[in-house]
């Protein structure tokens, strides 16, 4: 299972002949075990003794050389960790990557945190997450997941999606585990006015309870206070 040629090299071994002088009861075979920087399973290079020149291969003529890794998992993290955009924005990509590269598949689950202050349930939703899982091919370094923007027509706070790493196959713990994308508010807030200028009642009518109402041009997820005076009449 480990390989002399392409990326990465696990090992080189340059002849397929070996020589026993003459008087000599064995003779050696050199290998060349190339030290990585990738996070891989054990590989084993198989020699096995084909034929012979002046003797006979008999027995054991096959021997397994395993090599054992000696290289830390990678992190995975978000890379950048924060960005921010309008909700006009429809898509938002996130990137998840790994501190080094590796010969093994990574497997990444993640989630929506529960310090996310915009919504993903309920009427008023203000982003969606696509999937739970993804995955960083052997040999590459990087992935992404994408995040969809609902542009609502409500005046609110700028809120904040929280995406973070649950759990990963392959990879170690570390790094920066957790995104924050700010949803940036593009609504202007409502207009209030009188329904009308004026309103007559009898005085004996409601128990001396007259109403005024305020309404607004559209409904908002802030809580609007209006400031008012109450003159005499002129």
Known sequence: TATSTGTPIDYTHSTTTLVIPAYATSGTISLAVN??????????????AVSADYATVSGTSTHIYTITNNDAAPTVSFSPT???????????????QLSATSSLPVVITYAIAASSTATSTGQA??????????????????????LSITDDAKDEFDELAIISITSSTNSSGGGNQEFIYTITDNDAAPDTAFNASTASVEENVGGGT???????????????????QVKAAS
């Open 210 to 228: 007259a109403s005024v109402v305020l309404p607004l041009s559209t409904t908002s997820e802030k809580n609007v206070v209006i400031y008012y």
């Open 125 to 146: 939703i203000d982003f969606s997450l696509t999937g739970t899982t993804t995955s960083i091919p052997a040999g590459s370094i990087t992935t992404s997941i994408s």
């Open 35 to 48: 030290d990585d920087a990738y996070y891989e399973d054990p590989e084993t290079v198989i020699f096995q």
């Open 82 to 96: 924060s960005t921010s955009g309008l909700e006009s924005v429809s898509s938002v990509s996130l990137t998840l």
